[in-house]
């Protein structure tokens, strides 16, 4: 049974940077070129937002909006994948999900979520 | 970037009312659009993909239509377990991109 599990600070301060890893149980990343991992991110009462995308080989797609201060990067030998958001603000606090999306005729649909993890942006 | 326009933000109908959500792109983006169900303090999850193709589990009064650019999310008999927001996800040139949501309440 797929898991996937957000893990990282739920508090962080202006201007620092916003650490968050995703463990995969029950599958490995690398052992299908079927999938991407995905972030996607939802502020208090607001709509879902896409942040970036990886595959297991370490390419990279990320939200133009973003783009500047977002790093993502996989570690196949811990089945992780991990985000970094660097000089947030109050705007980046949000339910931060990890997520396998499909590939190829799929293009990317967001199948299989993480529960969500809170990170406030507050001094 | 290819912007998705999502209707209504928010309806209020009947149970057994039938419920339709629109969801537009401004450049044709074939089928590759997905419809997500979020209920409240819930993980979001997809009830159509690729347009029209309905997601293993999800009951079979959801159903989705459209290519290139208009496309639609139909509950034919809505149900008291249907209230949530729902989300169209459209995929282009390895960009992802959420619609605005709309949020629907059982008058």
């Known amino acids: 049974q797929l898991q996937l599990q957000e893990s990282g600070p739920g508090l962080v301060k202006p201007s620092e940077t916003l650490s968050l890893t995703c463990t995969v149980s029950?599958?490995?990343?690398?052992?299908?070129?079927?999938?991407?991992w995905g972030w996607i991110r939802q502020p208090p009462g607001k709509g879902l937002e896409w942040v970036g995308t990886?595959?297991?080989?370490?390419?990279?797609y990320y939200n133009p909006s973003l783009k500047s201060r977002v790093t993502i990067s996989v570690d196949t030998s811990k089945n992780q994948f991990s985000l970094k958001v660097s000089s947030v603000t109050a705007a980046d606090t949000a339910v931060y999900y990890c997520?396998?999306?499909?590939?190829?005729?799929?293009?990317?649909?967001?199948?299989?979520w993480g529960q969500g993890t809170l990170v406030t942006v507050s001094s | 970037d290819i912007q998705m326009t999502q209707s209504p933000s928010s309806l209020s109908a009947s149970v057994g009312d039938r419920v339709t959500i629109t969801c537009r792109a401004s450049?044709?983006?074939?089928?590759?659009l997905a419809w997500y169900q979020q209920q409240s303090g819930k993980v979001p999850k997809v009830l159509i993909y690729?347009?029209?193709t309905l997601q293993s589990g999800v009951p079979s009064r959801f159903s989705g239509s459209g290519s290139g650019t208009d496309f639609t999310l139909t509950i034919s008999s809505l149900q008291p377990e249907d209230v949530a927001t729902y989300y169209c996800?459209?995929?282009?040139?390895?960009?992802?991109?959420f619609g605005q949501g709309t949020k629907v309440e059982i008058k």
């Open positions: 997520a396998r999306q499909r590939i190829g005729t799929l293009a990317g649909t967001f199948f299989f």
């Open positions: 029950g599958g490995s990343i690398s052992s299908s070129s079927y999938y991407y």
């Open positions: 990886i595959y297991y080989s370490g390419t990279t």
């Open positions: 450049q044709d983006i074939s089928n590759y």
């Open positions: 690729a347009a029209s």
């Open positions: 996800q459209k995929y282009n040139n390895a960009q992802w991109t």
